[in-house]
């Protein structure tokens, strides 16, 4: 049996583990720095990879499934480097970790899930198409990790290996 990983990419994105009806979802881990007069986040990279590490280690097939992105307008030139060097890390770590992966645009899971673009929306449809992971994902805030939940159930039905 596969393992299907899905991930929403961003510092509010997250990393969901698929087993056939089994799940754990994770947040990307995240670490506060010091910048001027204040604080930023960037990605953990070493956690993550932990994270990534412990979420395969026992599975023989593993097929990682993240959200393509890319720019987007109106956004700042700042804010879109950190997200794409956020994207680009995340690619990289799993590259490092030898496992396959596919990128899969939002409009396309999104389409096939029946999910709109409303962040609440992922969470209900998550809880509809997941009713027994539902508990995962009960907060506002918790729209990444219904989407990474998505994602992994996306690459199960629609793009794995068996």
């Known amino acids: 049996m596969t393992l299907f990983v899905g991930i929403d990419p961003g510092l509010s994105g997250a990393l969901a583990f698929r087993n056939g009806d089994e799940m754990s979802v994770e947040a990307l881990p995240t670490l506060k720095i ?3 007069k204040g604080n930023r986040r960037i990605l953990d990279l070493n956690a993550l990879a932990r994270l990534i590490d412990n979420g395969t280690k ?5 097929h990682v499934f993240i959200e393509r992105v890319a720019s987007m307008p109106k956004q700042g030139v700042a804010s879109m480097f950190a997200f794409g060097e956020t994207y680009g890390a995340i690619k990289g770590i799993v590259a490092a970790h030898f496992l396959p992966m596919t990128l899969v645009t939002p409009v396309t899971w999104k389409s096939k899930l029946k999910v709109s673009s409303n962040k609440d929306d992922a969470r209900y449809r ?7 992971h539902a508990h995962l994902w009960p907060r506002h805030k918790d729209d ?3 989407e990474a939940a998505l994602i992994a159930f996306y690459g199960q039905q629609h793009g794995g290996m068996a």
């Open 34 to 36: 010091s910048k001027g």
């Open 58 to 62: 026992n599975a023989s097939h593993v």
């Open 126 to 132: 998550a809880s509809q198409l997941m009713p027994r």
């Open 144 to 146: 990444g990790l219904a």
